[in-house]
């Protein structure tokens, strides 16, 4: 009898045949965070300023500040988009720090704080779907955020990274370099960190 009770209580769990809801969820949000890190797509640059070959001569102890905006790329995202960008440059340069900021809030003390103790800054703006007023209206607020950045930073080299499926051209003229990608794939993003150190 106390065999049997054994057995049953160390018996194999039955397998299903068919997920559940939720590792299906879970299995989908692995398929769209992919760590293929084996694909890049390389942005359009334009640089006007020395602010490329500066972060290739960035010592080791020097932070670089990722500033991205806390916005959501889609409906269903369930993580930070910047997050394959953040990684990236991290790969190249040991200290970035990846802060988010609100656009409709602009620039904080923290962010003042990071930026203080910087070695460079990259500064994200992006549209979100769909183009509209309220859309117009954040893509102001992130680029009057980008300017306050370039107004503290002017020690530091600073690039713009602008992800949008339209150029922007006119609006980012006033920033020395800046790195164009159409999408938030972490392909796109990850092309970002390879054009920036390479």
Do not use: N, W
């Given at each position: ?92 340069h040991v200290r970035v720090r990846h802060v988010p900021y609100v656009p409709k809030h602009g620039m904080t003390e923290t962010h003042a704080a990071f930026l203080e103790h910087a070695g460079a800054a990259v500064v994200v703006l992006c549209d979100v779907p769909p183009s509209s007023k309220v859309a117009a209206e954040l893509y102001k607020q992130q ?56």
């Amino acid at each position: 009898m106390g065999e049997l009770r054994a057995r049953s209580r160390f018996a194999q769990p039955t397998v299903q045949s068919k997920p559940s809801t939720s590792i299906a969820s879970l299995e989908g949000a692995l398929k769209q965070t992919s760590l293929d890190e084996t694909t890049i797509e390389l942005p359009a640059v334009r640089s006007s300023d020395s602010a490329l070959s500066a972060f290739h001569v960035l010592d080791d102890d020097e932070d670089v500040v990722l500033f991205t905006p806390a916005i959501r790329s889609s409906s269903s995202q369930i993580m930070d988009p910047f997050e394959p960008l953040g990684r990236a440059l991290s790969k190249h340069h040991v200290r970035v720090r990846h802060v988010p900021y609100v656009p409709k809030h602009g620039m904080t003390e923290t962010h003042a704080a990071f930026l203080e103790h910087a070695g460079a800054a990259v500064v994200v703006l992006c549209d979100v779907p769909p183009s509209s007023k309220v859309a117009a209206e954040l893509y102001k607020q992130q680029h009057a955020f980008a300017r306050a950045v370039g107004q503290m930073s002017d020690e530091i080299p600073m690039l713009v990274v602008l992800v949008s499926e339209s150029s922007h051209s006119s609006s980012t003229l006033e920033f020395g370099t800046v790195l164009h990608v159409a999408s938030f794939s972490p392909s796109a993003l990850r092309g970002i960190a390879q054009s920036i150190f390479h």
